[in-house]
């Protein structure tokens, strides 16, 4: 049917019963975490929407305010790099670190870094990059990737983690996460007294004041911007708001999204290197922003995509997603975001198998902080797949005789009584154990049920004398 | 790649697709308005998982950080040079403490020495029970970050109610901004990377006490 791995990678993930087990824990805990805290709110939808126009008259005024941020970036005594692609970002990073003699740089969690493949690039180098949020560095030592946007290691175990931490960092072993929390912080902790440089990603630039937003719970984000003689900032290009109060309506539905909090616990404006009169902070800053295929993306129907903060509610409401996890989607971007943005950063013929990692049940939807219409884009991807040739012949003359059949009342009740009469024949107890074709992907899993005795349009009638009945016509 | 081709493909991007933008109704955000802001506060933060902690005056600061340092049996105390209220209050109680205070700024091995660090406020903010702290001279960033306990003080009069109201005071002067930090801290650190079990206190402090001074009826 549709070329692509997801079904392949899908399947293997269920049959990972631990995985399940951390998922099924990870995503359930987040997610009604995003419904307690949002419905905190008074009014939950008015916001979202307000959070969305935000986003989507950023996006139409984009380069406006990209020029504004730049300007008053300039004029804090930070400098602001361009770059075209991933490509031109590792370099414009790697000149920097050059320049300024940095061998040992810090990282704080940036998913653009990982789209980029910066840390590869750098390390190729020759510099030693480590990464501090703690979900990462377990990730960094254990040579894996992440599997969640928001938190990376979930699909790990703390039996796998206290392994892994006794075997790299030569402790006595531990699944207690207090306990390897603290083997992270001590190792850590000098890794940030000793770097030379901090990288961090960027949540919300403010065009306005030239300060760039960045949240963090664990506090090393906090000491990557501020203890290394120089930041770089890095930054997809349409992570831009134009003013502080833009920020502020958007920082209220960020947190409560992610991870269900009202704020995380530390929300840094960092606007250029220290003043003259400050004891610490950088000596220099960088910001560099990144359109790797962005603004292909903004100048097409899929533009709304963009508006995304990458707070991951919809990852933990998507039911394919909380069964086979991220790594299924063999891409930096997972989940229902994913499933949009992976084949349009990459390639819609490669990677278009993703916009059918969905039911199109719309909690993405639902749990979207800046009411991106998912399912609508996903739907408008598999158009745009049989467009370019992605579905087979015998798939769309299938669906053709479907609708065929289906336009025309006469037929639809034809076509019903066939099939109650001929192939239902073959259910027992009201059910087919096993369907031809492809329908055998469903019944590997389940039954499929037959057709009622008698079909609802001939019991209507007398439903719609009921009073019920009447209720339900309104 | 420069800034003028840069811009160029994200203007040719937007061609013929621009709509004019409708008024942003910014107070549909608001969630905290006026009333007992330092009730708000308080209830807020202690949610968060800070110490909240009442004082009737500047007077009263001293003793309630020199039982917080006995409390957690600090040794070594850092505390800003600049813009911690009831400074000499606490400075005399600190010095009749068993501990050692460091005013900042000092040397790096000292500030990661440090047991407990602490500092005064921009802000407070009730609709989430936030301190905000800002950059400056004789401000430094690692007296709340590097110790593992961290002491705000500050006035009832700096609480703001809402994030809106935080937004509309980080303006910038005729050259821009003229601090090169803020951050909102809202609760020790944490972190739920593993297993999404929280734990509590990974590079930032693990414990966070705020003092709040009381206004006086004449004020």
Partial sequence: MIRGGFSARADQAVADLALQAAMDRATGRQDSGRRELMGELPDPLALRGLAGQIRDQTLQRLDRHLEQLAVNVERLGGSVHWAADG??????????????????????????????????????AGLEVIETDLGEYILQLAGDRPSHIVAPAVHMTAEGIGRLFSQKLRIAYTEDPAGLTRAARRVLRDKFRAAQMGISGVNLAVAQSGAVCIVTNEGNGRFVVSHPPVHVALMGMERVVPTMRDLAVLLKVLARSATGQRITVYTGLCGGPRRPDEPDGPREFHLVV???????????????????????????????????????????????????????????????????????????????PVRIDIPGLLIAMRAELKRVGQVSRWQRLAVKLWAWLNRSSRRYHASAWCWRVFFDARARGGWHARLPGPGAGWTRQRDFPAMAETPFHKLWPQLAETPRGRQWQG | ???????????AALVGNRAAPAPVDYELARLAGRGDLLAQFARRAREAGMEVHQAEGAGPVGAIVARIIRRIEARRVLIDRDGVPARSELLAALMQSPAEVLVCPVGEAEVFAADAGITGVQWAIAETGSVVLRSGAGRCRLTSLAPPVHVAILTEGQILPDLLDWAVQVRSGPHGLVWAYEVLVTGPSKTSDIELNPVVGVHGPEMVHVVVIRSDESD
Avoid at chain 1, 90 to 103: H, K, P, V
Avoid at chain 2, 1 to 11: A, C, E, K, T
């Fill in chain 1, 290 to 368: 990144v359109d790797n295929g962005r603004s292909e993306i903004l100048a097409g129907p899929f533009r709304e995509v963009l508006r995304c903060i990458r707070c991951g509610a919809c990852l933990n409401a998507c039911p394919v997603y909380r069964k086979v996890g991220g790594h299924a989607y063999e891409s930096v971007y997972c989940g229902p975001m994913g499933a949009l943005l992976t084949p349009l950063l990459e390639s819609i013929v490669r990677r278009g198998d993703l916009a059918h990692a969905s039911s199109l049940c719309h909690a993405c939807a639902e749990a979207c």
């Fill in chain 1, 87 to 124: 490509t031109q970002a590792c370099q414009i990073i790697l000149g920097i670190a050059r320049r300024t003699g940095a061998r040992r740089l810090v990282k704080s969690k940036s998913m653009l870094s990982e789209e980029i493949g910066l840390n590869e690039s750098l390390t190729a």
């Fill in chain 2, 1 to 11: 790649m420069s800034r003028q081709s840069f811009l160029r493909r994200v203007r």
